[in-house]
């Protein structure tokens, strides 16, 4: 695949951002407020494949209301000693299920989770 055919079908494939400052965005996106649990349930039961999403705030949005099935975390080979921390502190556990370990070319591994009561 070229990337030109990626862009196409990444183009028209819906997504939704969420951001309270931004007002629209182009290529078939939809632009929400907040995190509304509802309206993610609703998006979850439509067919048509997975909803992903990335970001450490809104992971724990929605981790916070029970709308996560799967973790997939990517380590890359590279040391930092700064940024955003992957989990916020919280009081509340989840029991993860290992469900993949795959490990790329280029050193990155992913680490595949389903959250306990998620299994597929």
């Not at 949005?61 to 380590?75: K, N, P, Q, S, T």
Request: net charge positive; proline share 6%; hydrophobic share 40%.
């Amino acid at each position: 695949m070229t990337s030109c055919e990626f862009a196409g079908i990444w183009r028209d494939m819906p997504k939704i951002v969420f951001s309270r400052p931004l007002e629209r965005a182009g290529w078939n996106t939809t632009v929400l407020r907040g995190v509304d649990p509802e309206e993610i349930r609703a998006l979850k039961a439509q067919p048509g494949g997975d909803l992903a999403l990335g970001g450490a705030g809104l992971a724990a949005a929605f981790r916070e209301h029970g709308l996560i099935d799967e973790y997939r975390i990517y380590v890359h080979p590279v040391l930092i000693g700064r940024g955003t921390p992957l989990f916020r502190a919280s009081d509340s556990r989840v029991g993860l299920q290992p469900a993949e370990t795959r490990t790329f070319g280029n050193g990155v591994v992913l680490l595949r989770y389903r959250t306990a009561g998620h299994a597929r």
